[in-house]
């Protein structure tokens, strides 16, 4: 850990968090599923593309990766076999106390919304393991938008769904995507990887 205390800045009016890597420690989880899955296709899923990759959900992961290595995988059958070794593990998810502690001291006393490139059932699921599953009202998952990170769209959703002005929310994030969709919307952007250890395999 680099700093002691993740503290809001005293000009948010609303919260957004992202999920995976921001609340729930899962980043080690979903790495080892991706390399599982991508290697019974020839793909050898390293923790540097893994990093680079993060925030993309998942079938549109696939297709970057069909360009990146030059295959023609069906995204749907390589995206299910990936999603199946995760939830198999995904009980294991720890929260990121750092971050969750802010969802639980300022809940009921700002506005606060997940926005994620996870699907919504699977983000229910891991909010429920890791105990806020009743701390959010506003979720906004790959499902609910047509444009992923870095587009705006997730956050700005986020935003219109809390009430809040966009340059009023504050939004927590570990991806470079994620930080660059938060820029792009106009808002405070924190990346909470200054705040714990990231692993996500070797």
């Not at 948010?12 to 080690?28: E, N, Q, V, Y």
């Not at 009921?108 to 994620?116: D, E, R, S, W, Y």
């Not at 939004?171 to 470079?176: A, H, L, Q, S, T």
């Amino acid at each position: 850990m680099i700093n002691k205390n993740l503290n809001i800045n005293p000009k948010a009016k609303g919260l957004i968090f992202d999920l995976d890597g921001t609340l729930g420690d899962t980043m080690p989880i979903h790495y080892m599923a991706w390399k599982n899955a991508a290697a019974k296709y020839g793909i050898g899923f390293t923790p540097k593309l893994f990093m680079e990759l993060a925030g993309i959900p998942l079938y549109p992961t696939v297709v970057k990766l069909n360009e990146l290595f030059g295959k023609n995988i069906d995204p749907k059958e390589l995206g299910d076999t990936k999603e199946a070794e995760f939830e198999m593990n995904m009980h294991l998810t720890p929260e990121i106390k750092i971050v969750t502690g802010l969802v639980r001291a300022n809940h009921g006393k700002l506005p606060m919304a997940v926005g994620t490139g996870g699907s919504r059932r699977l983000s229910l699921k891991t909010l429920e393991i890791i105990g806020l599953k009743d701390y959010f009202e506003i979720l906004v998952s790959s499902e609910d938008v047509s444009h992923f990170k870095p587009h705006p769209e997730t956050f700005l959703k986020c935003a219109e769904l809390m009430g809040v002005a966009p340059g009023d929310c504050e939004v927590f994030e570990d991806g470079i995507l994620g930080m660059q969709a938060a820029e792009s919307a106009g808002m405070m952007v924190v990346d909470v990887t200054q705040y714990y250890k990231v692993t996500v395999g070797r």
